[in-house]
């Protein structure tokens, strides 16, 4: 990993959520969730603005974590995301990353689980 894609995911929740996105479109069963074009964003306000990513950054056992919940809406149903990242021996690799559907809230998809 390069030391820019480094220095973004430290300080910028942004840029986890980028990654995820792109693993939850290329996700076979997300597609069949949401449909086939899926959008991510962040929180909305009561107009239907969207603000920026809901993250928090941790440190838990001597690991730096970064913490993200989004939105991702596809042409058949909506959910929320949540991921989480740690840094270790310098590279930020993945904790979990799973959706869950709105309109059936127990469904839930989880396309990785490192804890």
């Known amino acids: 990993m390069s030391p820019l894609i480094k220095l973004?995911?430290?300080n910028n929740g942004a840029n986890v959520l980028r990654r995820a996105l792109a693993l939850v479109r290329e996700?076979?069963?997300c597609q069949d969730i949401f449909g086939a074009s899926i959008a991510g964003?962040?929180?909305e306000t009561s107009r239907g603005r969207r603000r920026h990513v809901a993250?928090?950054?941790y440190e838990k056992d001597g690991m730096q974590r970064i913490r993200v919940l989004f939105h991702v809406k596809g042409d058949r149903d909506e959910g929320?995301?949540?991921a989480e990242m740690e840094q270790r021996d310098g590279d930020w690799q993945w904790r979990f990353l799973?959706?869950?559907n709105k309109h059936r809230p127990k469904t839930t998809h989880v396309l990785i689980d490192n804890r």
């Open 98 to 100: 799973y959706v869950e």
């Open 41 to 43: 964003f962040g929180e």
């Open 8 to 10: 973004f995911l430290r």
């Open 80 to 82: 929320i995301a949540q």
């Open 27 to 29: 996700d076979g069963r």
């Open 55 to 57: 993250h928090h950054k």
